[in-house]
């Protein structure tokens, strides 16, 4: 199958050419045609499937008899509403919406909090027939009657969950009773949670379910490794990762905006060309870190969930997971960042033992085993390879323990399975303890254990 095939006008399939795309992913295979239709949609695809142009395409194909030259703002009404869930996945809707709409005098913007809504008024006066935004920020400009939703004909909400997630589902509730002259919705969401299904029942016609990718689904271009270390080694395990594999990209997943910014003037400490990207930083802060690493400038970005969404990066080779996610989902999102578009990814995850939790919860959801390996000089309760501790009884007692366990003996636990692996009390409590009193240690923290301790069952 070719796009060609799936009746897209001309002035699209000679933009979608020139982006060297011939045949469509299978989400857009499955929903242009639907689209095209009229129809209402309920897709759901894992991240990297094409999933925005799946929904671009055929809206520019839709609305193409609209587009005219006319200077005249009444000529170029909002038709297309595109929701998202944050500033970043706006802008990268909205650059999909410039590439395919290249040869269309059709008028698009963007709009979304962060910056001044005052420098935003002025495009959207003149008239604009694609307008992507943010819930909260669209309703600010509703309010400022800057926007007029009244001859809306298109509603697409990209990333609904997410949008749930950060609490907009009110929000989302009234602009759906805004947009009144609303002929098709398209709603993508990565999980069809019960509120998805209630949207759907309030606001869709008789939905046609595209469901492409489970979400509980890996992209298997992706290579997955998972090394256990303790969180004092994590920072210096990254920086030796970035040099041992020579990447030369990488974005690094942080759980917290602090530790984003702490992790990221780390590195650049450590010589590394390193931003950081999180919810703190300046919108137009953000804008041009994400350009830079887009045009390859940037080698090592290290960002929040939150900040990385909608975040598309041809061919990067590498994402790393400084901390695990609590969500399953997001693992999943994170290392779809790579591994795209039928190219091979390496996700490497730094796993400390009181990540146990969301580690078992990632193999539960992916029904799959991950075995983590243990990285030599980084291996849990051996020696650091760039900050040995020195000899002498200068050492302090934990420093002494951190030497206590060979890598062989990492290995070796490594290879017995988890129901066999032991269960302790913590370290502290060990050397009064008598070993038949001892508790099942969990399974990554009987990595961390000196050989001496691994009570097998």
Not at 262 to 283: M, P, V, Y
Not at 321 to 329: K, R
Not at 381 to 390: N, R
Not at 414 to 430: G, I, K, L, W
């Amino acid at each position: 199958m070719t796009f060609a095939s799936l009746g897209l006008a001309p002035e699209v399939l000679k933009a979608v050419a020139e982006q060297g795309y011939e045949h469509p992913t299978l989400i857009q295979a499955q929903a242009i045609p639907v689209i095209l239709q009229g129809r209402d949609v309920l897709g759901a695809a894992q991240t990297g499937t094409g999933k925005t142009a799946a929904f671009t395409l055929p809206i520019l194909t839709k609305i193409a008899k609209h587009a005219n030259t006319s200077a005249s703002p009444a000529r170029h009404p909002i038709r297309v509403l595109i929701l998202t869930p944050t500033r970043e996945l706006a802008d990268q809707v909205s650059e999909s919406v410039t590439t395919y709409s290249k040869y269309m005098p059709l008028r698009s913007h963007v709009v979304f909090g962060g910056m001044d809504i005052k420098a935003q008024i002025p495009k959207l006066r003149e008239g604009v027939e694609i307008l992507v935004a943010t819930p909260g920020r669209l309703l600010d400009h509703i309010q400022q009657k800057s926007v007029n939703l009244s001859q809306v004909e298109i509603l697409i909400l990209d990333e609904a969950d997410r949008m749930l997630d950060m609490g907009f589902i009110l929000d989302i509730r009234k602009i759906f009773e805004l947009c009144t002259t609303r002929k098709q919705t398209l709603l993508f969401s990565a999980t069809f949670a019960p509120e998805i299904k209630k949207l759907a029942e309030d606001f869709m016609h008789e939905p046609e379910v595209i469901e492409v990718a489970r979400q509980n689904s890996a992209n298997e271009s992706v290579k997955q490794e998972l090394h256990p270390v303790e969180n004092s080694r994590k920072k210096a395990l990254v920086a030796h990762l970035i040099r041992t594999h020579n990447m030369g990209q990488v974005i690094v997943f942080c759980r917290t905006k602090i530790g984003a910014e702490q992790l990221g003037r780390e590195l650049k400490r450590a010589g590394f060309s390193a931003e950081a990207i999180h919810g703190d930083r300046t919108q137009q802060s953000r804008l041009e870190t994400l350009a830079a690493f887009k045009d390859g400038t940037l080698k090592v970005l290290v960002a929040t969930d939150v900040a990385a969404r909608g975040l598309d990066i041809n061919e990067l080779p590498f994402v790393i997971n400084f901390e695990l996610p609590t969500n399953p989902e997001d693992y999943v999102h994170r290392i779809g960042r790579t591994g795209r578009a039928g190219a091979s990814g390496i996700a490497i995850s730094l796993v400390a033992p009181e990540e146990e939790k969301a580690y078992l919860g990632i193999q539960k959801m992916l029904k799959r085993d991950l075995p983590l390996i243990p990285v030599i000089g980084f291996s849990p309760g051996t020696t650091p390879l760039e900050t040995a501790p020195q000899s002498g009884r200068g050492r302090d007692r934990s420093a002494a323990r951190s030497s206590a366990v060979p890598v062989a003996a990492l290995t070796r636990n490594m290879n017995t399975p988890p129901s066999s692996r032991a269960r302790s009390q913590s370290y502290d409590e060990m050397p009064d303890a008598p070993l038949s009193k001892l508790k099942r240690a969990p399974q990554i923290a009987a990595l961390f254990l000196p050989p001496k301790y691994q009570v097998t069952q």
